[in-house]
C-alpha cells in the first residue's frame, strides 16, 4: 500500500531564509504528487503539482524517483508562508489522495 | 460558486450520541471524501465516493457510515459517538481538468465527544 511520510512535524525558520519541507513516499507504480497547503482558519487548499513543474508563491518542487522524494522548497521565506503544509500522493488510477502527517511552518520575523 | 460547503462548523455531542455532517458540492464533481484530521496524523480518509451511486470504505470506516444522497450531497454519520470521534472533518470533492487532478476542500467541522 502506498504510504507519504513528512518526517518534520513542525519546522521554524527566520524570514528571509531558506525553507524545505521534506516528504518521501513508497508507491509501486507511476504516482502523482502534490502539496496542499492550510493557513490559519482557512481551508485547505492545492498549492502545486508536480506535473505541473511550476513555481507558486515561490514555492517549488521536484519529484525525485529515485530517492521517492518530494521536497517543498523556497529560497526567502515570508511571514505570511506560515502554515500547515501537507504532501500527498494520488495512484496511477483512481481518485484517491494518501496525505503525509503534515509540517507546520512557522515563518518567524 | 460556494465550492464545497459543510454544516455544522461546530459540533458537542455526548458518547452515545448520534447525528450527521452534511457536505454539499456545486461544481458537478463526481467524486467526494470525508476524512478526519487529528494532530500528528494528517488528513485520513474515511469514506469515499466515486460517483453516484456509490461508496467505499477509507482508510479509518470503523463507527461512520455514508450516503451519496446524489450527485452534489455527501453525509456522513456517526451512530453512536465515542470520544475517539473527537476530531476535525472535512469533506472534499475532486475533479481533473486540463491543468490536472484537484481536490476541493470544505471549510470543516469541529467535532468534540465527551
Known amino acids: 500500500a502506498q504510504r507519504v511520510t513528512q518526517p518534520e512535524k513542525l519546522l521554524s525558520v527566520f524570514k528571509g531564509a531558506p525553507v524545505e519541507l521534506k516528504c518521501n513516499y513508497s508507491?509501486?507504480?507511476?504516482?502523482?504528487l502534490f502539496w496542499y497547503v492550510q493557513y490559519s482558519r482557512q481551508r485547505l487548499q492545492l498549492l502545486l503539482r508536480?506535473?505541473s513543474r511550476e513555481s507558486i508563491k515561490g514555492f517549488t518542487a521536484d519529484l525525485n524517483k529515485g530517492e521517492t522524494s518530494f521536497h517543498l522548497k523556497k529560497p526567502f521565506a515570508q511571514e505570511e508562508d506560515s502554515a500547515m503544509y501537507y504532501c500527498?500522493?494520488?495512484?496511477?488510477?483512481?481518485?484517491?489522495?494518501?496525505f503525509g502527517e503534515g509540517t507546520q511552518l512557522t515563518v518567524n520575523p | 460558486n460556494a465550492g464545497v460547503t459543510q454544516t455544522p462548523k461546530f459540533q458537542v455531542l455526548k458518547t452515545g450520541q448520534s447525528m450527521t455532517l452534511q457536505c454539499a458540492q456545486d461544481?458537478?464533481?463526481?467524486?467526494m471524501y470525508w476524512y478526519r484530521q487529528d494532530p500528528g496524523m494528517g488528513l485520513r480518509l474515511i469514506y469515499y465516493?466515486?460517483?453516484?451511486?456509490?461508496?467505499d470504505k477509507g482508510e479509518v470506516p470503523n463507527g461512520y457510515n455514508v450516503s451519496r444522497l446524489n450527485k452534489r450531497e455527501f453525509s456522513l454519520r456517526l451512530e453512536s459517538a465515542a470520544p475517539s470521534q473527537t476530531s476535525v472533518y472535512f469533506c472534499?470533492?475532486?475533479?481533473?481538468?486540463?491543468?490536472?487532478?484537484?481536490?476541493?476542500f470544505g471549510p470543516g467541522t469541529r467535532l468534540t465527544v465527551t
Open positions: 472534499a470533492s475532486s475533479q481533473t481538468s486540463y491543468d490536472g487532478y484537484e481536490q476541493y
Open positions: 508507491y509501486s507504480g507511476s504516482p502523482e
Open positions: 508536480h506535473i
Open positions: 500527498a500522493l494520488k495512484e496511477t488510477s483512481g481518485s484517491r489522495l494518501t
Open positions: 461544481m458537478n464533481h463526481n467524486s
Open positions: 465516493s466515486a460517483s453516484e451511486g456509490t461508496t
